[in-house]
């Protein structure tokens, strides 16, 4: 959509990224460009090879062709590096469940290389605090809810200082609360710095927090920039309330607008939705020709496009997930 | 600095786990159960059921070498299979194999630590059963001095040495199937599949020891030394099947650790 920032601005950067499973093509010449600083939502259908695309980021699988630079270090040859910089929640949370939350954070901290064994419980338990777990950290996992479970996991990413926090689906199985504060967190760690991708199918849940977009369709990258860009790049819509419909129609119609009359229960005025396509007037020229037309115009409004319909138009309509 | 905060906290967590103690406790038991047995029945058997047995009326430190004899075919490969066989492939059924790699431990590094954890139970397991076979068998039988095969006669103390001795020997004859289940381990995410696999192998590789038409592949089995620790009870101890055992299990942790490592080295993370 626009330049892409220099690498060196990046956290992530892929080239001709490519999977395949089988015959499968699951990620397909990505390009992925993720500003340092970012909160990036990654979008898809199930399916999309979002998933897959993360585990090549993270060396756990390794890409048919392309390559990876991960926080300015090329992967997976720097994994040992750079992993260490990195929290991830991949594909949810998973530990042992006869362990407690906090010896299985404190496991795999003692699995990563470059921690430091002296402050491993102090920041294991900071780490608990911030997602809420404090109380419940010395019980057992197989005793967590879904929530509990999902939060483990971010805790898990948060027990070092990060460069970079890659989430899978962070809020899934999380209760209104728990979204909420996910959200809060992930904003409150932007600030400090951090990185943030957040991959997700949940819209809203991208569009209340993220700065930068991708999306994923079918292996390929469909479209990615600054959300404002991302909504922009959509057409806009007018509404009109007014109670001389039929005029009204009539003047959309010579400027080149195909209006819709929504039915409107019980009301006198009618509303008219248009379309504003690339060649259409600007909104204030609508008004003023409206007005001199002698339509009373009673209500008057742009909006972008949502997130939503954004998404359906890129990658598709309908129920089944497109293979 | 903390390459060893993961192998103590695996080793650690192997003491944890009641499936270990379950194990541990079972082995444990095998000795107990011989010495009741013979100290219930009247007189001391002749010339049936396992070697040894005969001796441990006259004295109870044989009732370890027997309880290790009873269970080195059977009890012990099955316990080897289960925690090799869970190495990888119980993190990756779990789904903590991607938290592990990514938090992150190099794979060769796992793969070590996950041998050595294993390796360390092969020797508790031989430990617990010789360490039971003692107890019990100075609590029902009279101790001494020990007559060895080779006719001579040592103090107590010295005999208990000698039967650590064969205990090492157990362990050390594990260890290539110990290796063996490690790298079926890399092969699945399904860890009962690589404990089962792991298993049959052990039974597998005893029968093929019994034909004597493929006496050609009998060297090269890795149970072909598993019984062949009466040397060790001989005055002087004659170290060459002690050696040619350590030889060939050494072979199999070279060659299996080389294809676990290939394997694992390259392998997608799915899970």
């Known amino acids: 959509m626009t330049a892409l920032p220099e690498p060196g601005d990046l956290a992530i950067h892929t080239t001709g990224l490519g999977k395949s499973f089988g015959k499968r093509r699951a990620v397909n010449d990505l390009d992925l460009a993720v500003p340092r600083g970012s909160i990036f939502g990654f979008l898809g259908p199930n399916g999309a090879g979002k998933t897959t695309t993360i585990r090549m980021l993270l060396g756990l699988a390794t890409p048919d062709s392309g390559s990876i630079s991960l926080l300015s270090e090329p992967m997976p040859a720097a994994a040992s590096r750079v992993l260490p910089r990195v929290g991830s929640l991949i594909e949810g949370p998973a530990f042992y469940p006869f362990l407690s939350g906090r010896s299985n954070l404190i496991r795999l901290d003692s699995a990563n290389h470059e921690s430091d064994a002296s402050t491993r419980g102090r920041r294991v338990d900071a780490a608990l605090d911030k997602v809420g777990l404090g109380k419940a950290a010395r019980l057992a996992v197989h005793a967590y809810s879904l929530g509990m479970k999902q939060r483990l996991g971010i805790a898990n990413a948060l027990v070092n200082v990060r460069e970079l926090l890659v989430l899978d689906e962070p809020t899934n199985g999380l209760d209104p609360q728990g979204t909420r504060e996910v959200r809060h967190l992930i904003r409150v760690l932007a600030t400090e710095g951090t990185t943030v991708v957040v991959s997700s199918h949940l819209l809203s849940e991208i569009e209340q927090t993220c700065s930068h977009v991708a999306v994923m369709s079918v292996g390929n990258l469909v479209a990615q920039g600054t959300l404002e860009e991302f909504r922009a790049d959509g057409r806009r819509v007018v509404s009109l309330r007014t109670p001389d419909t039929g005029v009204a129609l009539a003047v959309l119609a010579r400027l080149g607008l195909e209006a819709r009359q929504d039915p409107v229960p019980g009301g006198q005025d009618g509303v008219l939705d248009a379309a504003l396509g690339p060649e259409a007037p600007e909104p204030e020229r609508l008004v003023e020709e409206l007005v001199a037309a002698g339509v009373r115009v009673r209500g008057f409004t742009v909006q972008a496009a949502s997130l939503e319909e954004r998404f359906v138009a890129l990658t598709g309509e309908g129920f089944d997930l497109v293979q | ?271």
């Open chain 2, 1 to 271: 600095m903390s390459s060893s905060g993961l192998l103590a906290n695996e080793v650690a967590l192997l003491f944890r786990r009641r499936r270990t103690w379950a194990m541990l406790l079972a082995l444990g038991a095998v000795p107990v159960l011989i010495a009741v047995a013979v100290r219930l029945t009247s007189g001391p058997p002749t010339g049936r059921g396992p070697a040894f047995l005969d001796r441990v009326a006259g004295n109870g430190l044989f009732v370890a070498i027997t309880g290790l004899l009873v269970c080195i075919p059977l009890f012990l490969p099955l316990t080897i299979a289960v925690v090799s066989g869970d190495t990888i492939a119980g993190e990756a059924g779990t789904g903590t194999l991607r938290y592990l790699l990514t938090a992150p431990v190099s794979r060769p590094r796992l793969l070590l630590v996950k041998f050595a954890v294993a390796a360390l139970f092969a020797l508790a397991a031989a430990a617990m059963v010789a360490l039971c076979g003692l107890g019990i068998g100075a609590l029902l039988f009279p101790t001494g001095p020990v007559t060895l095969l080779s006719g001579t006669t040592i103090s107590a103390p010295a005999a208990v040495l000698r039967v650590g001795l064969v205990a090492l020997y157990v362990a050390v004859s594990l260890l290539g199937l110990t290796m063996l289940g490690l790298f079926i381990s890399t092969l699945t995410d399904v860890p009962v599949g690589a404990m089962a696999a792991t298993a049959v192998l052990a039974v597998t590789a005893q029968i093929l020891g019994q034909l004597p038409q493929l006496d050609w592949l009998h060297p090269w089995l890795f149970t072909q030394h598993w019984l062949g620790f009466a040397d060790l009870l001989r005055d002087p101890i004659r170290w060459s099947e002690f050696g040619q055992n350590a030889l060939l299990q050494g072979g199999y942790l070279l060659v299996f650790g080389a294809l676990a490592y290939g394997r694992f080295a390259s392998k997608d993370v799915l899970s």
